[in-house]
């Protein structure tokens, strides 16, 4: 098991400088898994609360075919991102942040969860270790994949009787290849409205049931799906894998995060941002009408950071939106980026430098 390798790791010096990067084509990446040399790992019993975990060499795990997350899904993810400054620095962004939402999501998915502090100093662990990994300024970023999951076996329909805490990493560049050309989709429902679903929380079983709307999509020759509310159909939620905005003069909304949509943290930051900027911002519920005439139509997220929308296609009607220089988006994106790699000086305490 990977906790049985922990005594031969040997994860280098304690520091963010790096003498020599991993050799790999730094202009190649897109978001795709490469593989780095080392994970961390920390397990604990239903019940107890997680105490000792530490590196292992990135690899395959072992999982009883009985694991509560193999049968039931028992389990949730972050995802959060190291950069590299132009001074060799990494910076972790705001990983507080993910540690107190894997903490709600363990909360509804009857799970314990590591305390803020032992999935930050986790975080840094698996960053430092791979610190031949977070890529040269301007190449893209070192993604971390945290993970708590039900290991132990369950037959019954029960929360598992084991918990495994896992972070790994990859480099990583854009999400998606420029601007966006979205469909709504309106025959599948991403999340269930009214209390109880779990479409606020990071769990697995929200990703996979979507598939086969981003498939459709990609097969009509969309980038992307936009999910609408399940209640009405008349309100957007979210697209696959991020939050969405718009924008219609100097105002610019977002639906509320309250159950069916993800309280995304690129999401929180661009909405604060803008409110620096001088924009005026709406969490609220936002139709399909008002993307359809909107000036502007962005996406925030994690893994997409902040990328234009260039078109939505909804039945027969295509609305088309301003992108590139000037635009709200790439003003939201440029300070964003700035922070999250040192160009521009964090005033809010976002960024960690390990
Ligand atoms: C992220 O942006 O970190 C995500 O978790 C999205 C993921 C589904 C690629």
Redesign the pocket.
């Known amino acids: 098991s990977p906790l049985s390798v922990l005594a031969t790791c040997e994860p280098g010096s304690n520091s963010a400088a790096v003498e020599s990067y991993a050799k790999i084509n730094w202009d190649e990446l897109g978001f795709g898994l490469v593989p780095t040399d080392f994970m961390y790992v920390m397990k604990c019993a239903k019940g107890d609360e997680f105490s000792h975990g530490g590196l292992a060499r990135y690899g395959n795990i072992e999982l009883n075919p009985s694991a509560g997350i193999l049968n039931y899904g028992q389990g949730i ?1 972050e ?1 959060l991102k190291a950069y590299r400054t132009e001074h060799g620095q990494i910076l972790l962004f705001r990983p507080e942040e993910n540690a107190q939402r894997m903490k709600i999501g363990a909360e509804r998915m009857c799970m314990p969860s590591p305390s803020v502090e032992q999935f930050v100093n986790a975080v840094k662990q698996t960053v430092l270790a791979n610190k031949h990994w977070v890529p040269p300024p301007g190449k893209g970023s070192l993604y971390i994949r945290p993970l708590l999951m039900g290991t132990g076996a369950v037959l019954g329909l029960a929360p598992a009787s084991e918990y495994t805490f896992l972070i790994y990493a990859s480099p990583v560049k854009s ?1 998606h290849k420029g601007p966006l050309n979205l469909i709504i989709e309106d025959k599948l429902y991403r999340a269930v409205s009214g209390c109880g679903g779990t479409g606020g929380v ?1 769990s697995v079983t929200n ?1 996979a049931p979507i598939y086969r709307a981003i498939n459709e999509a990609k097969a009509k020759g969309f980038s992307d799906v936009l999910f609408l509310d399940a209640a009405t159909g008349k309100y957007i939620e979210e697209i696959s ?2 939050n969405v905005f718009v924008v219609k003069g100097n105002a610019i909304s977002t639906p509320a995060a309250i159950g069916t949509i993800l309280p995304g943290i690129t999401r929180k930051s661009i909405i604060e941002i803008a409110l620096d900027l001088g924009y005026q911002v709406e969490e609220r519920p936002v139709s399909v009408e008002e993307v359809i005439n909107a000036d502007e139509v962005f996406c925030t ?4 950071v902040v990328n234009p929308v260039l078109s939505v296609t909804y039945n027969e009607t295509k609305a088309e939106y301003k992108t590139g220089v000037g635009t709200v988006s790439q003003i939201l994106y440029e300070t964003l980026v700035g922070i999250q790699t040192g160009r521009i000086v964090d005033t809010k305490g976002w960024s960690l430098q390990l």
């Open positions: 993810f995802g999400y990071k990703y894998a991020c997220g994690t893994a997409m």
